[in-house]
């Protein structure tokens, strides 16, 4: 190969719909031809797939194929819920499904680089991009990221419906100050490697074939030009041997992130940094070749960059069969389990955070089917095209069930009074009184309110509001004031700040942005042929002020502990603590939360030891050896204790004491699914290795400390009876 051909490897364009500022550049047929292009991105049928690479094979000089890719991000034409919707779930068998069928559709359309999954630890909703993300906690997201990987690449990555997988953004992209999209980013080592890199490090260790690095610099070091966390920690210490890929002109926006006065520097920075794969900002493509040849970049890290991509290459067998059958493409969309799946998907998504009686001893819901008068209102009642989310790739609003079409396929249409209320973002008075008179014509409301999924939630869609859009909050407050019992449906990318509607709401259900069997699902769900079981993957705020808020905090030297928060200090409750004077420290709902048609009992939390040795689980740590006593068991009886059977996800939490670093109040460390009939107890029992005691320590090492150790088996990470055991030297 040629220096060109080498640099030509390493360089990425968007030859279709831009999802970012666009590069100015239409001769790509020809770049391919002289081998300047390694691939390409934003195409999204077989026939512009197979167009590109012909030229590929048959008139460049070394006949190397492209690899094409895509922001497949929660599915490809058959949409499921937005990925915090999928955290939700806690269903990890149930994403890789989803991820399998995104894969399959994808690969018929050419596409074998997903540029997803997005593993950014994400604790403060304002930030957008919370909603391509599997929430605030290290050991959820890393099941998730794992599901991801496992679903794109199946069985064998050269299998021709599986896909690249692309974990991003190394690293620490989430934790953006303000919650504002692509702002620096300051955390230290110990709390980088304790909860922003576990995710990452869990995708790796499944398989990932690629890695893409952020827009947000990391302790005033861009992370698409951070040889710490590249070159030290994901090559040397994980062993990644995969390709890095830049983000959407990231190593172009090293100028302005002030590291680079010129693109030769960014470049050169960018590439010693490890990043192997420039996406869109022309910079390797236009200063690598000199940049070599001027002994500034050994053309050694060239040649190591381009093995890693041609090894991709290899192992999605490119090579052997470079193209896409375009006749399998158009029966792949869509196929009925496909969408089947789509629908359990948003089923297990939806979490219901209230459900109080109203006007009766009985919760409001699950509603009656015999219901012959229901009003639905709100703006997202019947907008297809919001069920999607954001990053709906070729999803089409076409394809998606709206609520009111549901409702309608349910109840009939003489049952169902419907008033859109207003729009998101506007409303007339008109709007509001024609819905306030719907509802007074009716015996129960149904409320579709929240963002937009594609406006307001994802990439560069900061919010530093966090409740209801518009004059939706006074569209809620008309309709609950004609005293109608309401059921209030949240469409968003994010919790949203609403304690007036908790207080005066009966029943809210997080519906996410559920993708297109959203309305299926929700009238399903609503009418009790199926039970909610999601549970929350972030924290519900009460207020924006708390942001970012996450359940896995530490417990500061004045923790408020049982203090009354509710009143302000000077009406006598304790100031010198860690708080607020105007709020509570608490969520509104704590991460894990969820309720569902029945109730559930815990029993204690018992353990099979009170002792445990810091010595033996550290060999096993080391692999050195495993023994009997490298094991707890944790166990606790579950019961339900309604009339309705369900299912309830058994979270398990740690919390360590007495180590050389301040650990969470609370640490997620494993959950597990149980189906009880009514009246029915089972007895559940979870297997606690070293991980779940292990730690960074204060010299940043992963080891296990003596400790107290307090464990919870409970239904979210507010509550929980505890057992305590001692991990010895």
């Known amino acids: 190969m040629t220096l060109e051909e080498k ?104 596409i074998r680089w997903a540029f997803s999954p997005m593993i950014d630890i994400a604790r403060d ?79 790796v260790d499944a398989g990932a074939a690629t890695i893409m690095t952020g827009f947000n610099s990391l302790n005033g070091v861009p992370t698409s030009a951070n040889p710490f966390t590249i070159r030290q920690i994901l090559r040397k210490e994980w062993g990644f041997q995969g390709l890095v890929d830049s983000d959407w002109t990231s190593i172009g926006e090293l100028i302005p992130h002030g590291i680079a006065n010129d693109p030769a520097t960014a470049a050169r920075k960018a590439i010693l940094a490890g990043v192997e794969m420039d996406m869109v900002s022309s910079s390797y493509h236009d200063t690598m070749a000199n940049l070599a040849r001027s002994g500034q970049v050994p053309e050694a890290d060239i040649n190591e960059a381009v093995r890693h991509v041609l090894r991709v290459k290899f192992a999605l067998g490119l090579f052997e069969h470079p193209y896409t059958d375009e006749k399998q493409e158009a029966g792949t969309m869509l196929q009925p389990e496909s969408v089947a799946l789509a629908r359990t998907a948003a089923e297990r998504s939806l979490v219901l955070l209230k459900n109080s009686p109203s006007g009766g001893a009985a919760p409001l819901l699950p509603l009656s089917s015999d219901s012959n008068n229901v009003a639905l209102i709100g703006p997202l009642a019947d907008d297809a095209a919001d069920m999607l989310g954001s990053w709906s790739a070729q999803g089409r609003a076409e394809d998606a069930v709206t609520l009111r079409a549901a409702l309608v396929q349910k109840l009939g249409a003489d049952h169902v009074r419907y008033a859109k209320g207003s729009d998101i973002t506007k409303a007339s008075d008109e709007q509001i009184a024609g819905a306030v008179k719907t509802a007074q014509e009716s015996d129960i409301v149904i409320l579709a309110l929240g963002e937009s999924g594609p406006d307001m939630t994802g990439e560069a869609a900061s919010r530093a509001h966090l409740g209801l859009p518009g004059r939706q909050q006074q569209l809620l407050e008309a309709v609950v004031g004609t005293g109608k019992p309401v059921v209030l449906i949240l469409f968003s990318g994010r919790p949203l700040t609403l304690p007036w509607a908790f207080e005066h709401v009966p029943s809210v259900l997080a519906a996410w942005f559920p993708g297109v069997q959203a309305g299926p699902a929700l009238v399903r769900t609503l009418f009790g042929e199926t039970n909610p079981t999601g549970k929350l993957p972030v924290s519900w705020p009460r207020a924006v002020g708390q942001e970012p808020l996450y359940y896995n905090a530490l417990n500061t030297g004045r923790p408020a502990g049982n203090a009354d928060l509710t009143k302000p200090p000077w009406e006598g409750s304790d100031k010198f603590i860690s708080r607020y004077i105007d709020e509570q420290n608490s969520p509104q709902f704590p991460f894990g939360y969820g309720l569902t048609y029945t109730i559930f009992s815990y029993g204690p939390t018992q353990t099979s030891s009170a002792q445990f040795s810091a010595k033996i689980l550290n060999d096993v740590l080391r692999d050195v050896k495993r023994t009997s006593n490298s094991e707890l068991t944790l166990s606790a009886d579950i019961t339900n204790t309604g009339t309705r059977a369900s299912e309830e996800t058994v979270q398990l939490y740690v919390r360590l004491e007495g180590t050389s670093t301040a650990q969470p109040i609370r640490a997620l460390k494993g959950f597990q699914h149980v189906q009880l009939a009514a009246g029915q107890t089972q007895h559940v029992i979870f297997h606690l290795g070293p991980d779940a005691f292990a730690l960074w320590d204060d010299q940043n090492k992963y080891v296990v400390e003596p400790a107290r150790a307090k464990i919870w088996i409970s239904p979210d990470s507010a509550h929980g009876s505890e057992a305590v055991i001692e991990i010895t030297k």
Not at 196 to 201: A, D, K, R, T, V
């Open 7 to 110: 640099v030509g490897q390493l360089v990425q364009y968007s030859a279709g719909q831009p999802t970012g500022p666009g590069t100015g550049r239409t001769d790509y047929a020809d770049m391919i031809q002289k081998g300047q292009i390694g691939a390409l991105f934003n195409i999204t049928t077989a026939r512009e797939a197979n167009a590109f690479q012909r030229i590929a094979m048959e008139k460049s000089r070394l006949q190397i194929p492209l690899v094409f890719g895509l922001d497949v991000i929660h599915g490809y034409r058959t949409e499921f819920p937005i990925p915090l919707g999928l955290a939700a779930t806690w269903q990890p068998d149930i994403v890789q499904r989803a991820a399998r069928v995104a894969a399959r559709e994808a690969s018929a359309s050419g």
């Open 125 to 203: 909703a304002r930030w957008g991009r919370m909603a391509e993300g599997f929430g605030e906690d290290t050991y959820l997201d890393s099941a998730m990221a794992r599901a991801y990987v496992l679903g794109y690449q199946g069985e064998q990555l050269s299998a021709p419906d599986s896909v690249a997988a692309c974990p991003k953004h190394y690293v620490g992209y989430g934790a953006a100050e303000g919650g504002r999209d692509y702002n620096s980013v300051e955390i230290s080592e110990h709390t980088l490697r304790e909860f922003y890199l576990p995710p990452f490090h869990a995708a």
